[in-house]
């Protein structure tokens, strides 16, 4: 069973910098696309950055130049960067393995609209103004 576990959520004032982490525990990981999304109370959850397995990378307009994704094959592991931390990146941050990345490409799909087969539990974002 293929399970995605977050960490590195926390409090931060605004201005401040995170770095979640996701292990994704798989023998696939390098082939496949990976993202994170969010949701805060209230709202739809939102796709905030996307890389894929030839590392190729999308964010979210909101969240360009500030957050970065990457990720470490060898130690089956995702990253999002974030930088420059705002009151509304406040939420919810889940990590998402393994899309019909293939399909979505040749239907030239929003990377960010993937859809994932694997989820994380999620780690709280607080960012204090």
């Known amino acids: 069973q293929v399970q995605p576990v977050e960490s590195g959520g926390g409090s931060v004032a605004a201005g401040g910098s995170l770095r979640l982490s996701c292990v994704v525990s798989?023998?696939?990981?390098?082939?496949?696309?990976v993202a994170w999304f969010r949701q805060a109370p209230g709202r739809e959850r939102e796709g905030v950055a996307v890389?894929?397995?030839?590392?190729?990378?999308t964010y979210a307009e909101s969240v360009k130049g500030r957050f970065t994704i990457s990720k470490d094959n060898a130690k089956n592991t995702l990253f999002l960067q974030m930088s420059s931390l705002k009151p509304e990146d406040t939420a919810m941050y889940y990590c998402?393995?393994?899309?019909?990345?293939?399909?979505?490409?040749?239907?030239?799909?929003?990377?960010?609209?993937?859809?994932?087969?694997?989820w994380g539990q999620g780690t709280q974002v607080t960012v204090s103004s």
């Open positions: 998402a393995a393994d899309c019909k990345l293939s399909y979505y490409k040749d239907y030239e799909v929003d990377p960010l609209e993937y859809e994932y087969n694997y």
């Open positions: 798989s023998d696939f990981f390098s082939t496949y696309c």
């Open positions: 890389i894929d397995s030839d590392d190729i990378t």
